[in-house]
């Protein structure tokens, strides 16, 4: 079965500071992988998306996440950390046969401190 | 501009009085979904269709119903509301394929006294 966890419930981390948001991951085959932000009261919002090729993935809003086959990791990274930034982050994916389900992780709250 | 709406934003309702929360999207997509926001649980997938006519069950399906008669309408159904039902509700949609993006509404904040 296809999975992602999400280690941290969250993360502090002080602006301008690197930030880093984690993700796991446990899927067949070759893993589509994505991250989505929500800020608060809104719906969610795609960040970036790993499919094939490089490894670092460069996404919206100056985020990038790094694809890790060996560490089946996918973690979520900025050099320089914004309060606007601070917002719940999600990483998902979709599930391999038709890629029609998707699953989600539990969510990492982002709080970025001024 | 493109986007997927619902409505209601918000609702509080009662034990077993039938609701329907709609979704639409202007996007010509053929892929819609439905999931709930729990704390804790991430977002789950409750029903997702593939195009008109076509659904299939997520990973938590028991209580909800819904259909697809128009390619941008995807409505989520609960015919008999429970408390556990208390929940926030997302409807997103996507290109038929399975390396994009889904696209979200701003969610439904379902209350079930």
């Known amino acids: 079965a296809q999975s992602v966890a999400q280690p941290e419930d969250q993360v502090n981390v002080a602006e301008g500071n690197p930030l880093t948001v984690k993700c796991t991951y446990s899927?067949?085959?070759?893993?589509?992988l994505f991250w989505y932000v929500q800020y608060p009261n809104r719906g969610l919002q795609f960040l970036l998306k790993y499919i094939t090729g490089d490894n670092l993935v460069k996404g919206s809003y100056g985020f990038e996440a790094e694809f890790n086959k060996s560490q089946t990791s996918f973690h979520l990274k900025k050099p320089s950390a914004l309060v606007s930034d601070s917002a719940l982050y999600f990483c998902?994916?979709?599930?391999?046969?038709?890629?029609?389900?998707?699953?989600f992780g539990t969510g990492t709250k982002l709080q970025v401190i001024p | 501009e493109a986007q997927v709406t619902q409505n209601p934003r918000y609702l509080i309702t009662v034990t077993g009085k039938k609701l329907t929360v709609t979704c639409s999207q202007n996007?010509?997509?053929?892929?819609m979904s439905w999931y709930r926001q729990d704390p804790g649980l991430g977002l789950r997938q409750i029903y997702y269709s593939m195009n008109v006519e076509v659904t299939d069950k997520g990973d938590v399906p028991e209580g909800y119903k819904v259909s697809r008669k128009e390619k941008r309408n995807f409505p989520l159904i609960l015919e008999s509301p429970s408390p556990n039902q208390t929940s926030l509700y997302f409807c997103?949609?996507?290109?038929?394929?399975?390396?994009?993006?889904?696209?979200f509404g701003e969610g439904s904040r379902l209350t079930v006294l």
């Open positions: 899927v067949s085959g070759n893993p589509y």
């Open positions: 998902a994916v979709p599930h391999s046969g038709g890629y029609q389900k998707v699953t």
């Open positions: 996007m010509n997509h053929e892929y």
């Open positions: 997103a949609s996507r290109e038929q394929g399975n390396t994009g993006e889904l696209f």
